[in-house]
């Protein structure tokens, strides 16, 4: 696609939202994800008549989303099928629980139209960062924990390397409402996981303990990881979305801090927002948003930098667990 094209379909992104929607609610998606397809079964399908549901075509197929086979010039043999599964992918995007429809909550229209006075300092982005009234703290571990599933997936799915050799102890480090430890400590039986985090989040743990069955296996240690040492005594540590948000020496400082907890031998997993073309679009909310805040760095790093930091670090066995969410795990040295 030309950049002419794409800032075409950007000028209308309203409009494709709206054709994406009725896709969905329609099954064109899930019929276009079994297909080849032709146009009078998806016709059939939805009560839609031939020459609308032809355009209607042409548009997903504007979008890159669809191939057209028509080998006559006949409307009516025309075939379709989806370039890569869209339909799971529409209702992650566009259903009720949406990480997108968590973050357009958040006050991106106060600077809307007034990039060039943010980008300058004359005006900033209403987001307190870090939080620390109580309300700001829910708030955003609330929206944090919205994006959690693919990290759980992926942790399950990686279970015996992180955690083979239970019963042990892990510990979250900035690890939101505990969402990420209640998806994953039912799979993983003689694993009990401590979120650390600042107190005010100490409520919304406890409560996702109570609400999981997770009592005495699902905990809370109040701290600042910015201004304390990090607890002692675990067998496994985890920074989970946490590095990004910090200027590479904090975030290096915080591995170092890592390696002064664990003993030799103890592991450590990271698993961040990776700079990848996927990622990079997945988190543009947050790019776009956090323009107007200098407080947050948000910067998306490759994983090489991650491999590099923590090989440089004194942990040993750093390698990439790859799935839904990657992770990177390594052991800390002698």
């Not at 899930?30 to 075509?57: H, N, S």
């Not at 005010?200 to 905990?219: M, S």
């Not at 910067?299 to 930098?305: A, F, G, I, K, P």
Request: charged content about 25%.
């Amino acid at each position: 696609m030309t950049p002419r094209a794409l800032f075409s379909l950007l000028f209308h992104a309203d409009k494709a939202l709206d054709l994406l929607q009725a896709a969905l609610e329609l099954g064109v998606l899930d019929r276009l994800d079994a297909g080849p397809v032709g146009l009078e079964a998806l016709c059939a399908g939805t009560g839609a008549r031939p020459l609308r549901m032809y355009k209607f075509l042409d548009g997903l197929e504007s979008l890159g989303l669809v191939e057209r086979l028509q080998p006559q010039d006949a409307i009516a043999s025309s075939t379709y099928v989806s370039r890569a599964p869209l339909a799971d992918a529409a209702r992650a995007a566009l259903g009720p629980e949406s990480i997108e429809r968590d973050r357009d909550r958040y006050a991106w229209r106060e600077i809307h139209g007034r990039l060039p006075a943010v980008l300058r300092g004359a005006q900033s982005t209403p987001f307190a960062w870090p939080p620390r009234a109580p309300e700001d703290v829910a708030a955003f571990e609330t929206s944090m924990a919205a994006g959690s599933a693919p990290i759980v997936e992926a942790l399950r799915a990686h279970r015996a390397e992180v955690f083979g050799g239970a019963p042990l102890r892990w510990l979250d480090v900035g690890g939101g409402d505990g969402a990420v430890a209640a998806g994953v400590l039912p799979h993983a039986p003689g694993v009990v996981c401590d979120v650390y985090n600042l107190p005010a989040v100490e409520p919304l743990v406890r409560r996702r303990a109570a609400d999981g069955g997770l009592e005495g296996r699902l905990g809370f240690v109040a701290g600042d990881f910015l201004r304390e040492p990090l607890p002692r005594g675990y067998d496994v540590l985890s920074f989970v979305r946490v590095l990004h948000d910090w200027p590479a020496e904090t975030a290096r400082a915080l591995l170092d801090a890592a390696r002064a907890a664990l003993a030799p031998g103890a592991r450590i997993l990271v698993t961040e927002e990776l700079r990848t073309s996927d990622r990079l679009a997945l988190q543009f909310f947050w790019t776009y948003f956090l323009l107007g805040v200098d407080a947050c760095v948000s910067r998306l790093r490759e994983v090489d930098w991650y491999l590099r930091a923590l090989g440089e670090g004194g942990f040993v066995d750093v390698r990439v667990l790859e799935g839904a969410f990657d992770l990177v795990l390594a052991r800390r040295g002698e």
